[in-house]
């Protein structure tokens, strides 16, 4: 491929759009241009990218023996109404685009593809006979993210590896999900990168193991814990630890204590010399489902805790299960009420002096029953507000004997609580986020340490969850039907590609690993006007590509000092500089990573390039019987 023929179009000034560097280099460089919020284009050299690790991944999945498919993007909304996910993916929060098409059937832009599979599976799924079956796809995928940012790192239109697994029983499904732990392994150490795998959250995709694989890097937007010693690593988001021990408080007798204006937990500390763990903070949120319930729910924190919205989310989703699905969580105060539309008046609930026994319908006596939502879904759903709250706490809260809490009046809290003066127990839940600086439950003289890291795969082990819902049934050995068990496994390939940006780049611009470089190699002609060097350059261009070697050729009328700025902007691993040596048969070979030079002979550059490249490829992954 010519420079000069590829519509290179490089920035010298990073572009304002972009926060992250890994972004902007995949900008200034020329790999993509947006075409509006979280849409991108993948310019030439990014779709051969995108085409390397696409190759990687279909020879490691092929490896294990899945078999490619490629499934529908428009989905019908009966088949998730089905599994129950419609109202949830396309309501409130909801990050599915959907329409309505010409016969005014609803259809939405696929997200993933767990229920067109599972579909496909009852249709065509007979007999344990044809177990276990892998089928993966590489597409694009569409979702409408509330926070689209990054470039591809979080796009609204991506494109995603997914593949689902089918199986007679669990163990089964097992050994096909540690068989994908081992190739998503060898995908990403293929691809340059550095990973690590954390335990995960299974999130709206259900089911119960799943494992992430993170891209570490500054800029992630999760946050991994991890123990020194590398026995555990999990996403915050479900990570777990042993909380410190939490202060005694005195022996009296519960009583009432005036703590005008000392609304926060640091306040009331402060003014009383008690310590945070001595404290239980109560929280007032309110969970919405599709339905129409809303739920208030009140929790209860020990004081130097933390909530993890994600737990949270978890523990009213597995107590509420029958509401057609969650679909939001937030706070309950007046930012809250105006949103959904729930008629006003808060001056029944007395914020900051919240205690876990605050009466049932203490809400109800300042909102009247709701009437409609008005966003969301096109139909408003007639929505009913629970007159009991939900009550959960989270352990670290009802393990204390004694406490101070607020007592539900302006002003006051009591001193000296416990759990029998407070009517019946909260439900027990995990609900407090683990904290860097926590003792592991491995080992608790290990502590939790923190890195960010950039979410590239995602393994899950479903269950039945699906097949359940979608009919998707075998026939057992005893001849008997069963839902079928099910795995799923995703890769973002086009984060993925960003991501290595992200781990691999100088002050100069990108170092692509050569296994998913657009180009291995760069010939750059220092001067145009030297026909000499125009002859020789042409001449290695061509024996390179006749040797295979993914070769560009910099035939651009431009200063050499532009076109060297450029060969490092755009991170191709190999350059070959033919300039004033030539006329000597000579020529100079830079290495991208660490800037090596090399003075060599024009006809030893071919040996020499293949011996390199060859040195740097990793062995080829057995393929399965
Ligand atoms: P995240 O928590 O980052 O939103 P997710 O849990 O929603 O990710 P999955 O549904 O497991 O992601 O999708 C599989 C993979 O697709 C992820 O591991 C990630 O690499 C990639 N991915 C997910 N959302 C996006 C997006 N908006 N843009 C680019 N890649 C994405
Ligand atoms: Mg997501």
């Given at each position: 491929m010519?420079?000069?023929?590829?519509?290179?179009v490089?920035?010298?000034?990073?572009?304002?759009e972009?926060?992250i560097v890994?972004?902007?280099l995949?900008?200034?460089?020329?790999?993509?241009?947006r075409i509006s919020?979280?849409?991108y284009?993948y310019?030439?050299?990014?779709?051969?990218?995108?085409?390397?690790i696409?190759a990687?991944v279909?020879?490691?999945?092929?490896?294990?023996?899945?078999?490619?498919v490629l499934?529908?993007q428009?989905?019908?909304a009966?088949?998730?109404e089905?599994?129950?996910?419609?109202?949830?993916?396309?309501?409130?929060?909801?990050?599915m685009f959907h329409?309505t098409?010409r016969q005014?059937r609803?259809q939405g832009?696929?997200?993933?593809h767990?229920?067109?599979?599972?579909a496909l599976?009852?249709d065509?799924i007979?007999?344990y006979r044809?177990?276990?079956?892998n089928?993966?796809?590489i597409?694009?995928?569409?979702?409408d993210e509330?926070?689209p940012?990054f470039?591809?790192?979080?796009g609204r239109e991506?494109?995603?590896?997914?593949?689902?697994?089918?199986?007679?029983?669990?163990?089964s499904l097992r050994e096909?999900y540690?068989?994908m732990?081992g190739?998503y392994?060898?995908i990403?150490?293929?691809c340059g990168?550095?990973t690590?795998?954390v335990e995960?959250d299974?999130?709206?995709?259900?089911?119960?193991a799943?494992?992430?694989f993170?891209v570490?890097?500054?800029?992630?937007?999760?946050?991994?814990?991890?123990?020194s010693?590398?026995r555990y690593?999990?996403n915050?988001?479900?990570?777990v630890?042993l909380a410190s021990?939490a202060?005694?408080l005195?022996?009296d007798?519960?009583?009432a204590l005036a703590?005008?204006g000392?609304t926060?937990?640091e306040a009331?500390a402060?003014?009383h010399g008690?310590?945070?763990t001595?404290?239980?903070k109560?929280?007032l949120?309110?969970?919405?489902f599709?339905d129409?319930?809303?739920?208030?729910?009140?929790v209860s924190?020990?004081?130097d805790q933390?909530?993890?919205?994600?737990k949270l989310?978890n523990a009213?989703?597995?107590v509420l299960?029958?509401?057609?699905?969650?679909l939001?969580?937030?706070?309950?105060?007046?930012?809250l009420v105006q949103r959904?539309?729930?008629p006003q008046?808060?001056?029944?609930?007395?914020?900051?002096?919240?205690?876990p026994?605050?009466a049932?319908g203490?809400i109800d006596?300042?909102?009247e029953?709701?009437t409609?939502?008005?966003?969301g879904?096109?139909?408003e759903?007639?929505?009913?507000?629970e007159h009991h709250?939900l009550r959960?706490a989270?352990?670290t809260a009802?393990?204390?004997p004694?406490?101070?809490?607020g007592a539900n009046?302006l002003?006051?809290?009591?001193?000296?609580?416990t759990?029998a003066?407070l009517?019946?127990l909260p439900?027990?839940?995990?609900?407090?986020?683990?904290?860097?600086?926590?003792?592991?439950l491995?080992?608790?003289?290990q502590h939790l340490?923190?890195?960010?890291?950039?979410?590239?795969g995602?393994i899950f082990?479903?269950g039945?969850?699906?097949?359940?819902?979608l009919e998707?049934t075998?026939t057992n050995?005893a001849?008997?039907?069963?839902?079928l068990?099910?795995?799923?496994?995703g890769?973002?390939?086009?984060r993925?590609a960003?991501a290595?940006v992200?781990q691999?780049?100088?002050a100069?611009g990108?170092?692509w690993?050569?296994a998913?470089?657009?180009?291995a190699?760069?010939?750059?002609?220092?001067?145009?006007?030297?026909p000499?060097q125009?002859?020789?350059?042409?001449?290695?261009?061509?024996?390179l590509?006749?040797?295979?070697v993914?070769?560009?050729?910099d035939?651009?009328?431009e200063?050499?000092g532009v076109?060297f700025k450029?060969?490092?902007?755009?991170g191709?691993p190999?350059?070959v500089?033919v300039g004033?040596g030539?006329?000597?048969?000579?020529?100079?070979?830079?290495a991208?990573?660490?800037?090596e030079?090399?003075d060599?002979a024009?006809a030893?550059l071919?040996?020499h390039?293949?011996?390199?490249?060859?040195?740097?490829s990793?062995?080829?992954?057995?393929?399965?019987p």
């Amino acid at each position: 491929m010519r420079v000069s023929r590829l519509m290179l179009v490089t920035l010298r000034d990073d572009p304002a759009e972009a926060e992250i560097v890994s972004h902007k280099l995949l900008l200034r460089a020329g790999y993509t241009r947006r075409i509006s919020s979280g849409i991108y284009a993948y310019l030439p050299l990014l779709w051969r990218v995108l085409q390397k690790i696409s190759a990687i991944v279909r020879q490691e999945m092929n490896g294990t023996g899945a078999l490619e498919v490629l499934l529908p993007q428009l989905q019908p909304a009966d088949l998730w109404e089905r599994s129950g996910r419609w109202a949830g993916y396309t309501a409130g929060e909801g990050i599915m685009f959907h329409l309505t098409d010409r016969q005014g059937r609803e259809q939405g832009l696929g997200p993933t593809h767990e229920e067109v599979i599972t579909a496909l599976a009852a249709d065509l799924i007979r007999s344990y006979r044809q177990l276990p079956v892998n089928l993966y796809q590489i597409q694009t995928k569409f979702r409408d993210e509330i926070r689209p940012r990054f470039g591809l790192m979080r796009g609204r239109e991506f494109i995603m590896k997914d593949a689902y697994s089918f199986h007679t029983d669990e163990a089964s499904l097992r050994e096909t999900y540690a068989e994908m732990d081992g190739a998503y392994r060898r995908i990403f150490a293929r691809c340059g990168l550095r990973t690590v795998a954390v335990e995960a959250d299974s999130g709206a995709i259900g089911g119960s193991a799943s494992q992430e694989f993170m891209v570490t890097a500054e800029a992630g937007e999760d946050l991994v814990l991890a123990s020194s010693d590398g026995r555990y690593a999990a996403n915050q988001e479900r990570a777990v630890s042993l909380a410190s021990e939490a202060l005694p408080l005195g022996p009296d007798p519960c009583q009432a204590l005036a703590t005008p204006g000392q609304t926060t937990i640091e306040a009331l500390a402060a003014a009383h010399g008690f310590d945070p763990t001595q404290i239980v903070k109560v929280l007032l949120l309110a969970a919405r489902f599709a339905d129409g319930l809303v739920q208030p729910v009140l929790v209860s924190l020990r004081g130097d805790q933390q909530l993890n919205e994600v737990k949270l989310t978890n523990a009213i989703s597995a107590v509420l299960a029958d509401h057609g699905g969650l679909l939001e969580v937030a706070p309950l105060d007046s930012a809250l009420v105006q949103r959904w539309n729930l008629p006003q008046a808060f001056d029944a609930i007395p914020f900051g002096y919240l205690g876990p026994d605050l009466a049932d319908g203490t809400i109800d006596k300042g909102i009247e029953p709701p009437t409609r939502f008005k966003s969301g879904s096109k139909a408003e759903v007639p929505s009913r507000l629970e007159h009991h709250f939900l009550r959960l706490a989270d352990p670290t809260a009802l393990e204390l004997p004694r406490f101070v809490c607020g007592a539900n009046q302006l002003d006051t809290h009591r001193v000296g609580a416990t759990w029998a003066d407070l009517g019946p127990l909260p439900q027990n839940a995990d609900l407090r986020a683990a904290q860097p600086g926590d003792r592991c439950l491995h080992d608790p003289s290990q502590h939790l340490e923190a890195t960010r890291g950039i979410e590239v795969g995602h393994i899950f082990q479903l269950g039945r969850k699906y097949s359940t819902a979608l009919e998707a049934t075998f026939t057992n050995e005893a001849g008997q039907e069963e839902p079928l068990w099910m795995g799923c496994y995703g890769i973002g390939v086009s984060r993925l590609a960003q991501a290595a940006v992200e781990q691999n780049h100088d002050a100069n611009g990108i170092c692509w690993p050569l296994a998913i470089a657009p180009f291995a190699v760069i010939v750059v002609i220092a001067s145009l006007n030297e026909p000499v060097q125009v002859a020789l350059a042409e001449r290695l261009y061509g024996e390179l590509q006749t040797a295979g070697v993914e070769v560009l050729l910099d035939d651009r009328d431009e200063r050499a000092g532009v076109k060297f700025k450029d060969a490092d902007l755009i991170g191709i691993p190999f350059r070959v500089v033919v300039g004033r040596g030539a006329a000597n048969g000579q020529i100079e070979l830079v290495a991208r990573l660490g800037g090596e030079k090399l003075d060599l002979a024009a006809a030893d550059l071919l040996p020499h390039l293949m011996q390199r490249i060859a040195a740097e490829s990793p062995v080829p992954t057995p393929t399965h019987p």
